[in-house]
């Protein structure tokens, strides 16, 4: 059974910073790219960043991109996101997700490309 589990969020102050984890078991990690989704009230859900199997292979959505770093730790099975700067608009819940597939860029940015799921974690910041 797998198991995506999310830890790190909370409410912050605008200008913040948080960071994430997610720890997963019941897979084989380092076969799978790691992503950091978000969803805001009444949303989508949107890609935050994602981390390919091997060194090297990140992606960030333009509205992160020098304020959040992700990273990977395949001997503990644990993806992290560290988030700076934190702005009111970036209130929303935190999913992390893990899929099978090749490093294509229009598919590691599709939440349906996805196989697996954690529960989520939300973020509350304020101004």
């Known amino acids: 059974q797998v198991q995506l589990v999310e830890s790190g969020g909370g409410s912050v102050q605008a200008g913040d910073s948080l960071r994430f984890s997610c720890a997963a078991s019941?897979?084989?990690?380092?076969?799978?790219?790691m992503g950091w989704f978000r969803q805001a009230p009444g949303k989508e859900r949107d890609i935050v960043a994602a981390i390919g199997r091997s060194v090297g292979n990140t992606y960030y959505a333009d509205s992160v991109k020098d304020r959040f770093t992700i990273s990977r730790d395949n001997a503990k099975n644990t993806v992290y996101l560290q988030m700076n700067s934190l702005k009111p608009e970036e209130t929303a819940v935190y999913y992390c997700a893990a899929e099978r597939g090749a490093w294509t860029l229009n598919k590691i940015a599709t939440p349906g490309e996805y196989d697996y799921w954690g529960q989520g974690t939300q973020v509350t910041v304020s101004s």
């Open positions: 019941g897979l084989t990690f380092s076969s799978h790219i």
